[in-house]
């Protein structure tokens, strides 16, 4: 049996030896790909920009919502200004702030990080004029907002929302959480500590309630942008969610060769970054491959 396994395992190590030069590749080549110019009736303002207003051709802000131990400008350093060349108004917000704990966000209880979203999206409403906004979140930025649709009537001022790498059903961390019983108090050290944190585990409380009845409330479209290469949102296929007006993408169907883990699809990806243009503008949508790091 051992020359049969051998193969298979040394094709693991090679792509996992391949991981690292890839994601490096693909910052590269988004580093030195060329600017796209934003439409010409799009919003020429930048990213936070509450003069900014919504064009013809793109009617809704996008509100971006990083992901635990993440902020409002580290998160998005490569995504918000494609999307703002491309003739978005683009905003982000920091939430699940802890007390003494500056830089490292989303760590507060995800209910009322949902809370501090509801205000957010008012804010840019109110401030662009729009009325609707359209949501892209990495990892818990994905999955949070889900809270906001579902008990925060949210789903009457959203109209996508797109996550990237989002823990909708919880994690696992390579089966690290079933280890938790058998180190006496670690459970309630980490609900009291970083309650954020808590709630991601897969089973726990809140992910019971948002999960309940079904993952999607009508009236909003979701896609879940997922790499089978995550480390951190496991087992990767508990990202994708079921129901009406859901498309669930997993990177490496569309190229193969994009070997992104659970952060790089959030800071970095630019094939994954065309994804997130395809759902937010699905009626010009054009096809995503290998090809779309420079696109």
Known sequence: MLPSRLPARLSLRVRRALRAPA????????????????????????????????????????????????????NWLALAPYLVKRGYCVFSLDYGQLPGVPFFHGLGPIEKSAEQLDAYVDKVLA????????????????????????????????NALVGLAPDNHGTTLLGLTRLLPYFPGAAALLNEKTPGLADQIAGSAFLQKLNEGGDTVPGVRYTVIAT?????????????????????????????????????????????????????????????????VVG
């Not at 003069?51 to 793109?58: F, G, K």
């Not at 994708?240 to 990806?269: K, T, W, Y």
């Not at 949508?285 to 290998?290: G, K, L, M, Q, S």
């Open 228 to 292: 089978r290469y995550d480390e951190v949102v496991t087992p990767y296929r508990s990202q994708f969610l079921d129901g009406p007006g859901v498309r669930n993408v997993l990177l490496q169907d569309l190229c193969p060769l994009d070997l992104s883990e659970h952060v790089a699809i959030g800071l970095l990806d630019r094939i994954a970054y065309h994804e997130v243009v395809n759902a937010l503008d699905p009626a010009h949508a054009t096809p995503t491959t290998c090809a779309s």
């Open 23 to 74: 994601v490096l590749l693909l910052a590269v080549t988004a580093a030195l790909a060329p600017a796209t110019t934003a439409h010409a009736s799009g919003p020429s303002s930048g990213w936070n920009d509450y003069t900014c207003r919504p064009s013809s051709a793109h009617p809704r802000p996008v509100v971006l919502v990083h992901g635990t131990f993440g902020n409002s400008v580290d």
């Open 127 to 158: 401030a662009t004029g729009a009325t609707e906004a359209d949501l892209v979140g990495h990892s818990q930025g994905g999955m949070m907002p889900r809270h906001y649709l579902k008990f925060l009537g949210g789903a009457d001022k959203v």
